[in-house]
T-cell receptor, first 114, second 114 residues
């Protein structure tokens, strides 16, 4: 069974600082995709970044980067230069090979402090 | 280029009534996915549809829940005889194909059963 674990229910970060949100996953498949989504208080799910298990380099999208350590089965999200608008829930998700759906973690609530 | 449109945003139903949630995928997307998010939890997959076909309904409760994606019109998630435990946010996502491409989520429908 696929399992995504986000061990930090809540995180605080000072504005303009960097923050790392942890995500570990459990799968026996060699091929899979990893996703991070942001859910602000308004409720929508916003796609942030994607990492394929065979991608050679860590994914980056603007201030978001993914610290992918395949051997440790971790895919931590790094947000640089935090902004107040980054305050939200963040969900890690995995899509196993051939699967039609994503498996989500329970999320981390990030609060950016001015 | 409108995104994934879900309506209504909020829906209140009394126990025993029916709830109908609508999802119009992004233009050019022919694959629709429904997810449910219980309070303080991550999203859980319910069903995956293409036009006029249910491809994977492994996450759907066996009773009272049904989904369709007709040739014309939006995808509908239907919950009959709602109970308090059905209160949740229901998200729809769409993609141009069923595999590697990322999902685009709608803003969700928040169902409250009173």
């Amino acid at each position: 069974a696929q399992k995504i674990t986000q061990t930090q229910p809540g995180m605080f970060v000072q504005e303009k600082e960097a923050v790392t949100l942890d995500c570990t996953y459990d799968t026996s498949d060699p091929s899979y995709g990893l996703f991070w989504y942001k859910q602000p208080s308004s409720g929508e799910m916003i796609f942030l970044i994607y990492q394929g298990s065979y991608d050679q380099q860590n994914a980056t999208e603007g201030r978001y980067s993914l610290n992918f350590q395949k051997a440790r089965k971790s895919a931590n999200l790094v947000i640089s230069a935090s902004q107040l608008g980054d305050s939200a829930m963040y969900f890690c998700a995995m899509r196993p090979p051939g699967a039609n759906n994503l498996f989500f973690g329970t999320g981390t609530r990030l609060t950016v402090i001015p | 280029n409108a995104g994934v449109m879900q309506n209504p945003r909020h829906l209140v139903r009394r126990r025993g009534q029916e709830a109908r949630l609508r999802c119009s995928p992004m233009k050019g997307h022919s694959h629709v996915y429904w997810y449910r998010q219980l309070p303080e939890e991550g999203l859980k997959f319910m069903v995956y549809l293409q036009k006029e076909n249910i491809i994977d309904e492994s996450g759907m409760p066996k009773e009272r829940f049904s989904a369709e994606f007709p040739k014309e019109g939006p995808s509908i998630l239907r919950i009959q005889q709602v109970v308090r435990g059905d209160s949740a946010a229901y998200f729809c996502a769409s993609s141009p194909t069923g595999s590697r491409d990322g999902y685009t989520f709608g803003s969700g429908t928040r169902l409250t059963v009173v």
